[in-house]
Nanobody, 114 residues
Framework: QVQFVESGGGLVQPGGSLRLSCSAS????????VGWYRQAPGKQREVVAR???????NYLDSVKGRFTISRDNAKNTVYLQMNSLKPEDTGDYYC????????WGQGTQVTVSS
């Protein structure tokens, strides 16, 4: 069973930046596409960014130009660089296979507030 470990969240002021990291058991990032998912308070989980095995990326419209997903196969890690953060980016962030996610990890909490 694949396990994901997300890190890098925290409290940041609007306009600030964070970089989230995701590691997984096994070298799954070279086999499957990966997405960063966000669950805002009271809302359903949604994909904010995803990357294919070939490196093609796709973003939720609301984060385009601000978020960047990347993958380091040698480190078996996927990153989400988040810049110009807004209060509406607040939520729990998870990484997982995209599509058809495996069991969810614990996620990392991002709070954007002044």
């Amino acid at each position: 069973q694949v396990q994901f470990v997300e890190s890098g969240g925290g409290l940041v002021q609007p306009g600030g930046s964070l970089r989230l990291s995701c590691s997984a058991s096994g070298s799954i990032f070279t086999v499957y596409g990966v997405g960063w998912y966000r669950q805002a308070p009271g809302k359903q989980r949604e994909v904010v960014a995803r990357i294919t095995t070939g490196g093609t990326t796709n973003y939720l419209d609301s984060v385009k130009g601000r978020f960047t997903i990347s993958r380091d196969n040698a480190k078996n890690t996927v990153y989400l660089q988040m810049n110009s953060l807004k209060p509406e980016d607040t939520g729990d962030y998870y990484c997982n296979r995209y599509p058809l996610p495996f069991t969810w990890g614990q996620g990392t909490q991002v709070t954007v507030s002044s």
